[in-house]
């Protein structure tokens, strides 16, 4: 899937979902905002969500049940700002994107991923620019001294 269009602001991205069908209920959009890394904290919180959604069974769950509690304890943690139909249902069921069309849910956490992964990119060309830099400064530095 394509990064294009998530817009980086710090360690935050803003993704401008269009309007996107469901696989149940009818189509989606609005404009979500994601944190673009857990804390070590909310990595810790968000397992615990995870296995309490699983319960004491947690083993014997389906790869679509693990998926689901996968993505809705990831999302609690690192979407910021929603649109009402992802926050509409927290009061029912205490989670944000308590959706029926699981393909929504799925993209929804692919885009807060691929935020994170953005967000690494960018400092680490960052982190490289300035290595650069420092590195022809230092040979200038040495051409000056000759």
């Known amino acids: 899937m394509d990064n294009n269009?998530?817009?980086l602001n710090g360690?935050?991205?803003t993704y401008?979902?269009?309007l996107t069908q469901g696989e149940v209920l009818g189509s989606y959009s609005g404009t979500f905002v994601f944190s673009c890394y857990l804390t070590p904290i909310q990595q810790l919180e968000a397992g615990r969500e995870y296995r309490s959604l699983l319960g004491s069974h947690g083993p014997m769950s389906?790869?679509?049940?693990?998926?689901?509690?996968?993505?809705?304890?990831?999302?609690?943690?690192r979407v910021?700002?929603?649109?009402?139909?992802w926050n509409s249902t927290k009061q029912g069921s205490g989670y944000a994107g308590d959706i029926p069309d699981l393909n929504?849910?799925?993209?929804?956490?692919?885009k807060a991923i691929m935020a994170e992964n953005l967000f690494k990119?960018?400092?680490?060309?960052?982190?490289d620019a300035l290595l650069e830099r420092t590195i022809l400064a230092g040979e200038?530095?040495?051409k000056k001294e000759e």
Do not use: C, G
């Not at 998926?67 to 304890?73: D, G, H, P, T, V």
């Not at 990119?121 to 982190?127: A, H």
């Open 80 to 85: 910021i700002s929603a649109p009402p139909f």
């Open 16 to 18: 401008v979902m269009p």
């Open 11 to 13: 360690s935050q991205a």
């Open 104 to 110: 929504i849910l799925a993209l929804i956490l692919e």
């Open 121 to 127: 990119e960018s400092i680490q060309k960052e982190r």
């Open 62 to 77: 389906s790869e679509t049940e693990a998926n689901i509690a996968f993505a809705l304890s990831q999302l609690k943690y």
């Open 140 to 142: 200038a530095a040495l």
């Open 5 to 7: 269009d998530l817009l």
